[in-house]
């Protein structure tokens, strides 16, 4: 989420959701079935150099390695993982507040010096699952941007809500089918509390999966203005993919986003039956995007704004929040060796050699999120001298 819980969390991936993982953020949206196909790996098989013994943590392994072990840290362009760094440096853990001065202190320098001072001050561990499994997945998720009204009408009829009045986040509240068709308990709750208005029913159940999005809103007296909405809480029901929903009706074979989208245009009458198949629904908080915010991502779980490619999703269990995560991963959407930092969690993120990517914004960044599903290696990056969480 933050975005995802979300509170702290941005949405599952939009693979993941297809795949049929629960999006409770805070533990952000974010699979058993992806809409993205797991492809064969086109990952090597790793072959380590254990510099020392392996750090049991909670539900993970972490393997000391020299850095000689990291694919392709010579050549990551470190400008926007700098960036991202800083981001995560500005809310440093006490781990980090010695090395997250040197990182602003590096601010302004090049990447040769900015990679001596990593080899000089950190240490690589593989992370690897508690039975020694090295290899892991990667989901990716995005952050959608929607035209919306702050008023109902004109086609605009699709609610998206506040948190209800009397919130009071414990046990399930009304499920997805009682709040879209009026219960009085929900509608008294609701009365007031829309945020703005979307067209179309399936948008605003990515909304609600994503966890956050920016809308492209236009006021009663006709101004446009852009704002985003984050994650604020849900209806405490699970979720339930309706993706699998369809899968398992045999209504779909593919189960990717675009297949979900050519069955909603082909069967508009079962349209609202499929949402139902989810009852939980997810309340938002409106955030002003000042110019300055403009090109900053949603909030993740460590409450830093998230940077596209740069950020990641984890299980906080196995890494913690603000640590810098060297990742691999070969594939027919992504093929990358780049510097990454833990930022964000999701629901359906879980296990050691784990990651959700973050793909930036917009229908560009969603068509790649709902592709990505492929092998990862992971490597945490942990000040020396430091004991490990």
């Not at 072990?69 to 507040?97: I, K, M, T």
């Not at 040769?112 to 998720?141: E, H, N």
């Not at 209800?164 to 499920?175: D, H, K, L, T, V």
Request: charged residues 20%; contains cysteine; proline residues 10%.
């Amino acid at each position: 989420m933050s975005v995802r819980f979300f509170s702290g969390i941005l949405a599952m991936g939009l693979a993941a959701w297809l795949a049929g993982c629960a999006a409770p953020k805070p533990a952000p949206v974010v699979p058993a079935q992806s809409g993205a196909q797991a492809q064969p790996s086109a990952l090597p098989v790793l072959m380590p150099h254990p510099i020392g013994p392996s750090v049991h943590r909670p539900g993970a392994l972490w393997t000391p390695v020299p850095w000689g072990d990291l694919p392709g840290f010579e050549q990551d362009a470190l400008e926007q993982a700098w960036a991202a760094w800083l981001h995560s440096c500005s809310v440093p853990a006490p781990s980090w507040r010695q090395a997250c001065g040197e990182v602003q202190a590096l601010r302004t320098a090049d990447d040769a010096l900015r990679r001596a001072w990593m080899r000089r001050s950190l240490q690589p561990y593989l992370v690897r699952t508690p039975d020694g499994r090295d290899r892991g997945m990667l989901t990716a998720y995005y952050e959608p941007v929607m035209r919306a009204r702050r008023m109902a009408g004109g086609g605009f009829g699709v609610p998206l809500y506040a948190l209800p009045s009397g919130y009071a986040n414990q046990g399930p509240w009304f499920s997805r089918q009682q709040i879209e068709t009026g219960h009085p308990g929900a509608a008294t709750a609701l009365a007031g509390r829309e945020i703005a208005w979307l067209e179309d029913p399936v948008d605003a159940l990515v909304l609600h999966i994503q966890g956050s999005g920016r809308l492209i809103l236009q006021e009663p007296d006709g101004a446009i203005r852009h704002v985003r909405l984050a994650y604020a809480g849900t209806n405490n029901h699970p979720y339930k993919s309706v993706g699998r929903w369809l899968l398992e009706r045999r209504l779909i074979s593919d189960a990717s986003w675009p297949g979900i989208k050519a069955w909603v245009q082909a069967n508009p009458h079962r349209v609202q039956e499929m949402l139902w198949s989810n009852p939980r629904y997810v309340f938002f908080k409106e955030e002003a995007l000042p110019p300055e915010a403009q090109e900053l991502g949603p909030r993740g779980a460590q409450g830093v704004p998230l940077t596209p490619g740069r950020s990641i999703a984890v299980d906080k269990r196995s890494i913690p929040y603000g640590t810098p995560v060297w990742l691999m991963t070969a594939g027919p959407v992504l093929n990358e060796k780049r510097l990454v930092l833990a930022q964000d969690t999701g629901s359906a993120i879980v296990g050691a050699v784990r990651a959700d990517y973050f793909a930036g914004r917009g229908s560009e960044a969603g068509e790649l999120a709902g592709r990505v599903k492929q092998d990862l290696y992971l490597w945490a990056l942990w000040p020396k001298g430091v004991p490990l969480p």
